[in-house]
C-alpha cells in the first residue's frame, strides 16, 4: 500500500483521485513551464487557464500580437503572471549565451560546425529549440511541445541539448485514466526495438514514474506467454528483460521491492481471476504498469484502449532526461495540454526534491486539489 500525503491506496487509484492529486501536486510548488507555440489558439487557451489556476508560472513563445489576438478573440484577458516572450525580440545578449552554450553541448556531434551567428539565427527561428535552451540554462524548469510541431521537432533538441541521466535511455510512458483506475503503459512512444537489457530499464523507469504519481507499482512485463507456458526467442527477450528490471528496481528507493513478473500475457495481469488461473503472482491486484515488447504492441494497443473506452490518456510522458520536456500530440485538446503541464510540473518538482538527478525516485509529492 502506498501513501500519499496521508492517505492511503491500494493499487489502482481512481481516476478521478489521480487527477485531483496531479492538480494539486503542481500547484504546491508552481514551477516554470514554458510552452513554444504562441502560434496556436489552444496552447494559448491552456497557457491562460494554467497560470489562472495557478498550475505553473507559464511562459508562452511566439508573436506577441498573435498571442493577444488569440487572448482577445477568447473574449479573455492575459492572467497576472503570464509572460510572453518573442525569441526574433529577445536581448541579443541573451541569445548569444544560449547559443555558445549549444555550440558547446554539440562540439564535437552533428552541426558542430555551426557558426555562433548561424547558431543564434537558428534559436531565433526554432521556438522549441530556443524553450529548449531556456530548460538547459534553469531558465525555465521545463518544456511542453508538439500541438503544431512534430515529435521529432520537440524530442530531438531535448535528446542532444539536455541528455539522458547517466546510464539510462530515454523512454516514454501513457497514464491511462481507465474507469475504475489508473494504469501505465510503456514504451508505446519512443523506443522502436528494446534489446532485453533496454526493455527491462523501461519497466524500471516505468515503475519509478508510476511511484512518483502515487500509483503503486505492480509491474507487467507483456508476452504471448505467461511463465513457462512458451518458450523462444520472444519469450526469453522478456524473461531477460525481467530480470534486468528486477535488478534495478533493487537499487531505487521505492519503499519495498515492487512486484513484477513476466512474461505474462495481458489478460492474466490485469485480471486476478486469470491470473490467479495461470499462476500469475500479480493476480491479488493485478498489473499497474504495463510493460509492452516493443513500440508496434504498445503503440496500437493504448490507442485501441484509448478509442474503444473512451478513456483519458496522459502522454507520452517522457522518462530519462535530466530535465522535463513533453510531447504533445497535434490533435491534443485544451484540456491536454493543461493536464500535460501539470504532469511537467510535477516531473520537475519531483527532480529538484531528489536534488537534480535521476536514480533514485522520491516520496510522491501529490496531493488533493480540484481537476480541470
Same mark, same amino acid.
Given at each position: 500500500m502506498?501513501?500519499?500525503?496521508?492517505?492511503?491506496?491500494?493499487?489502482?487509484?481512481?481516476?478521478?483521485?489521480f487527477?485531483?492529486?496531479l492538480? =494539486?501536486?503542481?500547484?504546491?510548488?508552481?514551477?516554470?513551464?514554458?510552452l513554444?507555440?504562441?502560434?496556436?489558439a489552444?496552447v494559448?487557451?491552456?497557457?491562460?487557464?494554467?497560470?489562472?489556476? =495557478?498550475?505553473?508560472d507559464?511562459t508562452?513563445?511566439?508573436?506577441?500580437?498573435v498571442?493577444?489576438?488569440?487572448?482577445?478573440?477568447?473574449?479573455a484577458?492575459?492572467?497576472?503572471?503570464?509572460?510572453?516572450?518573442?525569441?526574433?525580440?529577445?536581448?541579443?545578449?541573451?541569445?548569444?549565451?544560449?547559443?555558445?552554450d549549444?555550440?558547446?553541448?554539440r562540439?564535437?556531434?552533428?552541426?558542430d560546425?555551426?557558426?555562433l551567428?548561424?547558431?543564434?539565427?537558428?534559436l531565433?527561428?526554432?521556438?522549441?529549440?530556443?524553450?529548449?535552451?531556456?530548460?538547459?540554462s534553469?531558465?525555465?524548469?521545463?518544456?511542453?511541445?508538439?500541438?503544431?510541431?512534430?515529435?521529432?521537432d520537440?524530442?530531438?533538441?531535448?535528446?542532444?541539448?539536455?541528455?539522458?541521466?547517466?546510464?539510462?535511455i530515454?523512454?516514454?510512458?501513457?497514464?491511462?485514466l481507465?474507469?475504475?483506475?489508473?494504469v501505465?503503459?510503456?514504451?508505446?512512444?519512443?523506443?522502436?526495438?528494446?534489446d532485453?537489457?533496454?526493455?527491462?530499464?523501461?519497466?524500471?523507469?516505468?515503475?519509478?514514474?508510476?511511484?512518483?504519481?502515487?500509483?503503486?507499482?505492480?509491474?507487467?512485463?507483456?508476452?504471448?506467454?505467461?511463465?513457462? *507456458?512458451?518458450?523462444?526467442?520472444m519469450?526469453?527477450?522478456?524473461?531477460?528483460?525481467t530480470?534486468?528490471?528486477s535488478?534495478?528496481?533493487?537499487?531505487?528507493?521505492?519503499?519495498?521491492?515492487p512486484?513484477?513478473?513476466?512474461?505474462v500475457?495481458y489478460?492474466?495481469?490485469?485480471?486476478?481471476?486469470?491470473?490467479? *488461473?495461470k499462476?500469475?503472482?500479480?493476480?491479488?491486484?493485478?498489473?499497474?504498469?504495463?510493460?509492452?515488447?516493443?513500440?508496434?504492441?504498445g503503440?496500437?494497443?493504448y490507442k485501441?484502449?484509448?478509442?474503444s473506452?473512451?478513456c483519458?490518456?496522459? =502522454?507520452p510522458?517522457?522518462?530519462?532526461?535530466?530535465?522535463?520536456?513533453?510531447?504533445?500530440?497535434?490533435?491534443?485538446?485544451v484540456?491536454d495540454?493543461?493536464?500535460t503541464?501539470?504532469?511537467?510540473?510535477?516531473q520537475?518538482?519531483?527532480?529538484?526534491?531528489? =536534488?537534480?538527478?535521476?536514480?533514485?525516485?522520491?516520496?510522491?509529492?501529490?496531493?488533493?486539489?480540484r481537476?480541470?
Amino acid at each position: 500500500m502506498l501513501h500519499v500525503r496521508g492517505a492511503a491506496f491500494r493499487r489502482g487509484i481512481a481516476s478521478a483521485a489521480f487527477m485531483d492529486r496531479l492538480w =494539486g501536486g503542481a500547484r504546491e510548488r508552481p514551477q516554470r513551464i514554458v510552452l513554444p507555440e504562441g502560434e496556436d489558439a489552444r496552447v494559448v487557451d491552456a497557457a491562460c487557464r494554467i497560470q489562472r489556476e =495557478g498550475l505553473a508560472d507559464v511562459t508562452i513563445l511566439g508573436d506577441v500580437d498573435v498571442v493577444h489576438a488569440h487572448v482577445k478573440a477568447a473574449g479573455a484577458k492575459l492572467p497576472e503572471g503570464l509572460a510572453v516572450l518573442d525569441p526574433r525580440q529577445e536581448d541579443p545578449r541573451r541569445v548569444e549565451g544560449y547559443a555558445e552554450d549549444m555550440l558547446a553541448a554539440r562540439r564535437g556531434k552533428a552541426g558542430d560546425h555551426e557558426t555562433l551567428e548561424a547558431a543564434c539565427a537558428a534559436l531565433q527561428s526554432d521556438a522549441p529549440l530556443y524553450a529548449t535552451m531556456m530548460v538547459r540554462s534553469g531558465d525555465q524548469d521545463g518544456m511542453v511541445s508538439g500541438a503544431c510541431h512534430t515529435s521529432a521537432d520537440t524530442i530531438r533538441p531535448a535528446l542532444r541539448l539536455l541528455g539522458s541521466v547517466e546510464n539510462q535511455i530515454v523512454s516514454s510512458l501513457m497514464f491511462m485514466l481507465l474507469k475504475e483506475r489508473v494504469v501505465v503503459y510503456a514504451d508505446c512512444a519512443l523506443q522502436v526495438a528494446p534489446d532485453a537489457t533496454q526493455l527491462g530499464q523501461i519497466a524500471a523507469q516505468s515503475a519509478n514514474t508510476a511511484a512518483e504519481f502515487g500509483v503503486d507499482p505492480a509491474i507487467a512485463l507483456l508476452s504471448f506467454a505467461t511463465g513457462k *507456458s512458451n518458450d523462444g526467442p520472444m519469450v526469453a527477450h522478456t524473461r531477460e528483460a525481467t530480470r534486468v528490471a528486477s535488478s534495478l528496481l533493487t537499487t531505487h528507493e521505492l519503499s519495498g521491492a515492487p512486484p513484477i513478473y513476466g512474461p505474462v500475457q495481458y489478460d492474466a495481469a490485469v485480471n486476478p481471476s486469470i491470473g490467479k *488461473s495461470k499462476g500469475c503472482p500479480l493476480a491479488a491486484d493485478g498489473a499497474t504498469v504495463l510493460v509492452f515488447p516493443d513500440l508496434n504492441c504498445g503503440n496500437i494497443t493504448y490507442k485501441a484502449v484509448q478509442q474503444s473506452t473512451g478513456c483519458v490518456v496522459l =502522454g507520452p510522458i517522457l522518462q530519462g532526461l535530466t530535465r522535463p520536456v513533453n510531447d504533445l500530440s497535434r490533435g491534443s485538446s485544451v484540456a491536454d495540454i493543461v493536464n500535460t503541464v501539470a504532469v511537467t510540473a510535477v516531473q520537475a518538482i519531483a527532480r529538484q526534491l531528489r =536534488g537534480g538527478g535521476g536514480a533514485a525516485p522520491p516520496a510522491p509529492c501529490l496531493k488533493a486539489g480540484r481537476r480541470f
